[in-house]
């Protein structure tokens, strides 16, 4: 399976802030999501970046808050934007390898905190 | 609306066996899949269910009925790794990954 990479691992952030987490897959693939994961709670999907056009959003989340690039297959991009103390949580980059099943698989995340 | 139901917490034995159940209601079915959540990390993947039966993969086997929206997660001697949270996710119509609240599983010696 493709191994993603995403950065930064974590971060600090004052309320009001804007930060860009990027996310790197070392193969291509059909899909990529963004989630977010509160502590010790189930994965909350974000948006589904689309490659060269806008992504699709869930309930909840809009683009002005977390607008997300795709330039490539491989490349990603979710910021979230205006920060505020809610924010703080994990935010997981995945992808979906091609094929009739296609394992999803993760980055290792990237937790934010806002103060 | 969807739905994916499965314990919030289950503790076991190190050497024991234990089973996590998932019932699951959702619009299509396209697969259903358990992973593995260690506290602080990335889930990852353990199986993947997309006919009805048994799926075996060393240590851990995965169930599926289809009929009955039911899957469970089989652990076979256990160990203290297996220590996480199981998250099971199923894929729906728009091949989507509906997500359950995860089980966090404590293992004891």
């Known amino acids: 399976s493709a191994v993603i990479s995403q950065k930064p691992s974590r971060d600090i952030c004052q309320r009001g802030t804007s930060l860009t987490i990027q996310c790197q897959v070392d193969?291509?693939?059909?899909?990529m999501f963004w989630y977010r994961q509160q502590p010790g709670q189930s994965l909350t999907l974000i948006a589904t970046a689309n490659q060269g056009s806008e992504a699709t959003y869930e309930s909840g989340f809009v683009i002005d808050k977390f607008p997300i690039s795709r330039p490539n297959l491989t490349f990603s991009t979710l910021t979230v934007s205006n920060m505020s103390p809610e924010d703080s949580s994990i935010y997981l980059c995945?992808?979906?390898?091609?094929?009739?099943?296609?394992?999803?698989?993760f980055g290792p995340g990237t937790r934010l905190t806002v103060l | 609306g969807q739905n994916i139901d499965q314990p919030t917490e289950m503790t076991a034995t190190e050497g024991a066996i234990v089973q996590i159940n998932c019932t699951y209601q959702t619009s299509g079915f396209n697969g259903l899949f358990w992973y593995q959540q260690h506290a602080g990390e990335a889930p990852t993947f353990l199986s993947y269910?997309?006919l009805d039966g048994l799926e075996e993969k060393g240590r851990f086997s995965s169930f599926l009925s289809r009929s009955k929206g039911y899957s469970y997660l089989l652990l076979k001697e256990l160990q203290m790794k297996d220590s996480a949270s199981y998250l099971c996710a199923v894929r729906d119509s728009n091949y989507q990954l509906i997500w359950g609240a995860g089980t966090k599983l404590i293992i004891k010696p």
């Open positions: 269910n997309v």
């Open positions: 193969s291509q693939v059909t899909m």
């Open positions: 995945s992808g979906l390898a091609g094929g009739d099943w296609g394992e999803q698989f």
